[in-house]
C-alpha cells in the first residue's frame, strides 16, 4: 500500500523548497519496476513530473523541472522522495507518487495508464 507524507509542510514561498515522500508498506520498495511522481493544479489534468526506473536508476522529469528537482528512493526505507528546489507559483498541485510492477520503457514513462499503484496526493502550494 502507498502512502503520501509531505516533509517540511505543503506551503512554501516563491523560490523555497520542499521534499515531500512516499512511503509504501507490506511490500519490498524493490520489487517495484517504476515509480513516478504526477500533479494536477487546479482546474486542469493530472500531468507527469518525474520516474526513476529500478533497472540502472535511470531518472526522467518533465522539461519544466529540469535542474530544479530531483526524484531519488531510499530502498532501506520504502520511501520515494522528489526534492524540490527554486519553486515558482506555477508549480502549485496536488502531487501524487506511483509504482509501476514493470520497467516502464522510455515512451510509455509519462503515461498514467503505465502504473499500477497511486498514492493519496499531497498538496503543494507556492506563493509568490
Known amino acids: 500500500e502507498f502512502s503520501c507524507r509531505r516533509l517540511g509542510g505543503g506551503l512554501v514561498q516563491a523560490g523555497g523548497s520542499l521534499r515531500p515522500s512516499c512511503a509504501t508498506s507490506g511490500r519490498t520498495f524493490g520489487t517495484y519496476g517504476s515509480q513516478g511522481w504526477f500533479r494536477q493544479a487546479p482546474g486542469k489534468e493530472r500531468e507527469f513530473v518525474a520516474a526513476?526506473?529500478?533497472?540502472?536508476?535511470?531518472?526522467y522529469y518533465r522539461n519544466s523541472v529540469k535542474g530544479r528537482w530531483t526524484i531519488s528512493r531510499d530502498s532501506a526505507k520504502n520511501t520515494l522522495y522528489l526534492q524540490m528546489n527554486s519553486l515558482k507559483p506555477e508549480d502549485t498541485a496536488v502531487y501524487y507518487c506511483?509504482?509501476?510492477?514493470?520497467?516502464?520503457?522510455?515512451?510509455?514513462?509519462?503515461?498514467?495508464?503505465?502504473?499500477?499503484?497511486w498514492g493519496q496526493g499531497t498538496e503543494v502550494t507556492v506563493s509568490s
Open positions: 506511483a509504482a509501476s510492477d514493470r520497467s516502464i520503457i522510455l515512451t510509455r514513462i509519462e503515461a498514467e495508464d503505465s502504473y499500477d499503484y
Open positions: 526513476i526506473r529500478r533497472s540502472g536508476g535511470s531518472t
